[in-house]
């Protein structure tokens, strides 16, 4: 079984930052690629950025040169720093797994821009 644990989400002004950290444990291997989705209210979820074992990443469109996806291999956790926040950024911020068997979500962390 494989559980990720979301923080770092909150309340936070436009303009401003604030930093996701996932953490994964169970059956998982560091070359699994993780990434990190959201969900606004009323839209479908959608990829926010993805990084293999090795270190590769991809981003969407809307938060290229904002946020950074980054990963620690050896303590399992994924991280996505966010800077220059917009209120269009306000969603659930969902962490992702990819294994051989399935995809495992994290719970989610509410991330809310005020404009």
């Known amino acids: 079984q494989v559980q990720l644990v979301e923080s770092g989400g909150g309340l936070v002004q436009a303009g401003g930052s604030l930093r996701l950290s996932c953490a994964a444990s169970?059956?998982?291997?560091?070359?699994?690629?993780m990434g990190w989705y959201r969900q606004a209210s009323g839209k479908q979820r959608e990829l926010v950025a993805t990084?293999?074992?090795?270190?590769?990443?991809n981003y969407a469109d809307s938060i290229k040169g904002r946020f950074t996806i980054s990963r620690d291999n050896a303590k399992n956790t994924v991280y996505l720093q966010m800077n220059s926040l917009k209120s269009e950024d306000t969603a659930v911020y969902y962490c992702?797994?990819?294994?051989?068997?399935?995809?495992?979500w994290g719970q989610g962390t509410q991330v809310t821009v005020s404009s």
């Open positions: 169970g059956n998982i291997f560091s070359i699994n690629p």
């Open positions: 992702n797994i990819k294994t051989p068997r399935s995809d495992y």
């Open positions: 990084i293999t074992g090795g270190g590769r990443t």
